[in-house]
């Protein structure tokens, strides 16, 4: 038994000599002192070793699970301890007689010396906590923001595959308000001429031009009453009468349509807007049978914000504005569908904390020019205008949506107004001797106070800070 532990040693001794020749990591790096009589515990890293001492000389050791850590005898009072794999065993020390010496708990764990450094070289300034436990790493600590959090596991799956445990906090503001700006403008010219004579006998008419769908009983030309901008000459002797219809229209329109919803998410999860309603569209169904879907239409909005790093904000946005539109409805039988105009936009976007995106644009300009004539008579000149009619239109179209995203937190409730702090309901006698609709100021404090004694001929909406 001694000339196997003194080969063992030998060899041992060789390796440790030759070991730092190769730079190999099973070097043996800290020197433990055990003493007699008293129980310890020896951390060690895995495939790595340690060299412990023994304040008394020893006879026997023993390793309780060899599979975790390996020993070796360098001489009566210095242990080789070197760390196979993850787990907890005991290393036994006996004196010559077979007394007990001590008892020592080994622990071997991952080393995590490397991942540490390579963890405050990737992410300076971070407070991130990191543990072994068993044949993993544990993390721990507050992180500025998910992007980081996300290369902290990436760097430990290398470490540790499949090993990690994320207890790791994301401090800083996680809440994004959206601030979304929906403007449109429409405008629409149109214009026309038309003409049309006609000419009777009271045998026999004679009827020219474009404008001529509506006789009275004797084929006289009437003016279309529905039409604005038209008018009927006529004249004659006895049964010979003339009737010259000239309609001449000019109409001009302008359509101005604004949304600004505002809705507050947090980091990583969906918010739904919607104001406008729903309407009901029949669907058929088996058997004849008729059931009602709801379509929903008005201003929709539905976003994923994700705060990236610090103020930076990764936004997923999706945009709609719809309108009923029943020129372009379905008629069946007794009941009418309506159509929808609808504009949508669906992106990705990354802006920071206060800055804006114009993330759509739709311009729509129609022109139509039509032009109608009595052959031949319609190119006379001067005169041929009777026998002929023009008509112009032209639409225009302009939307534009603008999103600005800001990153928020929580206020005391007195801070903030609503709509209805500055409107007081009125008491009867001020309803009925004063007719006021309103009654008198509503006292509140603090900002919301200033708001609140804001009336309706002056500024409306909220401010933000």
Do not use: C
């Not at 023994?54 to 760390?83: C, H, K, Q, W």
């Not at 809440?175 to 214009?191: D, G, H, I, T």
């Not at 008005?298 to 790093?309: A, C, M, S, T, Y």
Request: charged residues 20%.
């Amino acid at each position: 038994m001694t000339y196997l532990r003194s080969i063992k040693a030998a060899l041992l001794g060789l390796a440790v000599g030759v070991m730092p020749l190769v730079s190999t990591p099973l070097l043996a790096e800290t020197l433990r002192v055990v003493r007699s009589g008293t129980s310890s515990t020896l951390g060690v890293p895995m495939n790595r070793a340690v060299v412990v001492e023994s304040d008394v000389p020893f006879a026997e050791l023993s390793i309780a699970n060899p599979a975790i850590a390996d020993i070796s005898s360098l001489s009566d009072r210095t242990i080789y301890v070197l760390g196979k794999s993850p787990g907890r065993t005991t290393l036994t020390l006996l004196d010559a007689t077979g007394k007990l010496i001590t008892n020592v708990e080994v622990s071997v764990a991952p080393d995590i010396s490397e991942f540490k450094e390579r963890l405050q070289q990737i992410l300076p300034g971070e407070k991130i906590e990191v543990r072994t436990a068993n044949d993993g790493i544990v993390l721990s600590g507050v992180v500025s923001s998910v992007q980081r959090q996300q290369r902290a596991l990436d760097l430990a799956q290398r470490y540790a595959p499949e090993r990690v445990s994320n207890l790791m906090v994301v401090g800083g503001v996680q809440q994004v308000m959206l601030k979304v700006r929906f403007a449109e403008m429409q405008r629409n010219v149109s214009k026309s001429l038309s003409a049309g004579i006609g000419i009777t006998d009271g045998t026999s008419n004679f009827l020219a031009g474009t404008v001529l769908n509506n006789l009275d009983a004797d084929g006289n030309l009437l003016q279309r009453t529905s039409q604005a901008g038209s008018s009927l000459i006529r004249f004659g002797s006895g049964g010979f009468q003339v009737s010259v219809l000239l309609e001449a229209l000019e109409q001009k329109g302008v359509v101005r349509t604004l949304a600004e919803p505002n809705l507050t998410a947090l980091s990583g999860q969906e918010a739904k807007f919607l104001a406008g309603g729903e309407y009901p569209v029949p669907v058929a169904q088996e058997e004849g049978t008729i059931s009602v879907e709801f379509k929903p239409f008005g201003v929709e909005l539905n976003f994923i914000p994700r705060v990236v790093d610090n103020d930076l904000i990764n936004l997923e946005l999706a945009a709609a504005v719809s309108a009923i539109d029943p020129a372009n409805g379905f008629t069946n039988g007794s009941f009418t569908i309506s159509a929808f105009s609808r504009r949508e936009t669906s992106t990705t976007v990354e802006l920071r904390d206060g800055e804006s995106f114009a993330i759509a644009g739709l311009l729509e300009d129609d022109f139509t020019d039509n032009t109608a004539q009595v052959p031949w008579l319609g190119d006379i000149p001067v005169l041929g205008a009777l026998f002929r009619s023009a008509d112009f239109q032209r639409s225009q179209s302009e939307l534009v949506i603008i999103v600005t995203a800001h990153l928020v937190t929580p206020t005391r409730g007195e801070a903030l107004a609503l709509p209805t702090d500055r409107v007081k309901p009125p008491t009867e006698q001020e309803l009925f001797l004063f007719g006021h609709v309103t009654g008198g100021e509503r006292k509140q404090k603090g900002a919301a106070g200033e708001v609140a004694k804001q009336d309706f001929s002056g500024s409306y909406g909220y401010v933000m800070d």
